[in-house]
């Protein structure tokens, strides 16, 4: 078996590279750049460099057909929504050459537009944040008087298709008043069209895993998240895997049965246990970041998607192992560096204390935690993965302290 596996720069393509290489599967590594942490793995055959679908798609996927058609692959897994959803829209010029193991592409749609998932939830009873839809960028300055703050501004969409480009939604936003919240709405308008307007939800963030077939659940598994590379939210920089609660279980369902899912997914609630209901955040519906964690605890995801695909029989709703700690080392620096930095002004709920983080960041370490991206028996990942960091990011955080630090200057 052959399969290609796109943006090898993410954990979860690094871990998807390792739970098919190690099963004999031959693992060929997709990235825009060379620096791509999976195409550095052991379990990897060959690494590949494709027109980036953030400069073109047209690009992107002329030569991704081609890939596909001369390289004699059994399935295409996109790993982002930057991958997924121009190879989903075209997927007639896949599929002559090459499987992929997804829904339909109205359900990927619904899934990765947020104002869509949203509408779902509520036609299927699952609460949700407080949630402004803004249609008319002239509606917002008399809005922005009349609702309560904090609240968090987030792109419709993670990735989305302007013109010839996928453009990154940029991840999640604050405003703390009327002012910065018309600013930062039509700031994130400009890139990626009528951002949400959400009510701050406190609490903490659980995922649910799945495996869907024809929209019927096979294969559950949760995690909680203990520490997020961003304190405001974000990614989980550490986590533990839980048994699956059952009014988290039965609402992820829902939503996915609603969708008729076919394949992976994940999706997130924020929940302050003992005062609220779990809130419905988002669905990935695809692979995601923390999956390293699901395949250690026993539940091989990539794996048990490729058997379903083919048609071969697997065990459904396998039991794993619980309590199990997953790290991402480079995440969690990242969290204590935000820690260090402070809480934003107006930040409405207690923020980490700077003291205690350095000392669990310290003492994270256990024996039998396992690591995203390290690994003795596969130490390359763990290194390009730095190496990438630090020529794409590091250079960006420097930039915003010098930011930060000019605003923040008393005049001469």
């Known amino acids: 078996m052959k399969v290609f596996v796109t943006d090898g720069a993410q954990n979860?393509?690094?871990?998807?590279?390792?739970?098919?290489?190690?099963?004999?599967?031959?693992?060929?590594?997709?990235?825009?750049?060379?620096?791509?942490?999976?195409?550095?793995?052991?379990?990897?055959?060959?690494?590949?460099v494709y027109p980036s679908?953030?400069?073109?798609?047209?690009?992107?996927?002329?030569?991704?057909?081609?890939?596909?058609?001369?390289?004699?692959?059994?399935?295409?897994?996109?790993?982002?929504?930057?991958?997924?959803?121009?190879?989903?829209?075209?997927?007639e010029f896949f599929l002559p050459y090459v499987r992929l193991p997804l829904p339909s592409h109205e359900a990927i749609f619904q899934a990765c537009n947020k104002a869509e998932t949203l509408a779902l939830a509520?036609?299927?009873?699952?609460?949700?944040?407080?949630?402004?839809?803004?249609?008319?960028?002239?509606?917002?300055?008399?809005?922005?008087?009349?609702?309560?703050?904090?609240v968090v501004i987030k792109p419709r969409w993670s990735s989305y298709w302007k013109g010839d480009r996928m453009t990154s939604g940029g991840g999640a936003a604050y405003a703390f008043g009327p002012a910065e919240l018309v600013e930062k709405v039509r700031r994130i308008h400009q890139e990626i069209p009528f951002p949400l307007i959400q009510s701050f939800v406190p609490g903490k963030g659980y995922g649910l895993y799945?495996?869907?077939?024809?929209?019927?659940?096979?294969?559950?598994?949760?995690?909680?998240?203990?520490?997020?590379?961003?304190?405001?939210?974000?990614?989980?920089?550490?986590?533990?895997?839980?048994?699956?609660?059952?009014?988290l279980t039965k609402q992820a369902v829902s939503l996915l049965k609603g969708l008729q899912w076919h394949g992976v997914a994940m999706v997130e609630f924020k929940w302050d246990r003992g005062r609220s209901e779990p809130v419905l955040m988002e669905i990935n519906g695809r692979f995601w970041n923390s999956?390293?964690?699901?395949?250690?605890?026993?539940?091989?995801?990539?794996?048990?998607?490729?058997?379903?695909?083919?048609?071969?029989?697997?065990?459904h709703f396998p039991a794993y192992q619980t309590d199990l700690l997953c790290r991402w080392f480079l995440g969690d620096c990242r969290h204590l560096f935000a820690v260090w930095r402070g809480a934003p002004p107006g930040w409405p709920?207690?923020?980490?204390?700077?003291?205690?983080?350095?000392?669990?960041?310290?003492?994270?370490?256990?024996?039998?935690?396992?690591?995203?991206?390290?690994?003795?028996e596969d130490p390359l990942p763990g290194l390009v993965e730095w190496l990438y960091f630090a020529f794409t990011k590091v250079p960006g955080y420097f930039r915003r302290s010098k930011r930060r630090l000019a605003k923040h200057a008393e005049p001469v």
Do not use: N
């Open 12 to 48: 979860h393509a690094l871990a998807v590279a390792r739970s098919l290489g190690a099963k004999g599967v031959e693992v060929v590594v997709g990235e825009s750049s060379l620096l791509s942490k999976g195409g550095f793995s052991r379990y990897c055959r060959r690494r590949r």
């Open 53 to 91: 679908p953030a400069e073109s798609v047209s690009a992107f996927l002329s030569w991704m057909v081609e890939e596909m058609k001369q390289g004699g692959y059994d399935f295409l897994l996109p790993m982002t929504e930057g991958c997924l959803l121009p190879i989903s829209a075209h997927r």
């Open 122 to 150: 509520q036609r299927e009873g699952i609460p949700i944040p407080q949630t402004w839809l803004v249609e008319d960028l002239a509606e917002l300055p008399a809005l922005s008087k009349e609702i309560s703050y904090p």
């Open 210 to 247: 799945a495996l869907f077939e024809q929209g019927e659940p096979r294969v559950l598994f949760a995690h909680e998240r203990l520490r997020d590379v961003r304190p405001t939210g974000s990614g989980s920089a550490l986590r533990r895997s839980i048994p699956p609660d059952p009014l």
């Open 291 to 315: 999956l390293p964690l699901a395949i250690a605890a026993g539940v091989d995801f990539p794996w048990l998607l490729l058997r379903m695909a083919e048609g071969k029989p697997f065990e």
């Open 349 to 376: 709920v207690p923020f980490p204390e700077r003291g205690r983080t350095l000392l669990e960041f310290l003492k994270s370490h256990q024996r039998g935690m396992i690591y995203d991206t390290f690994r003795w």
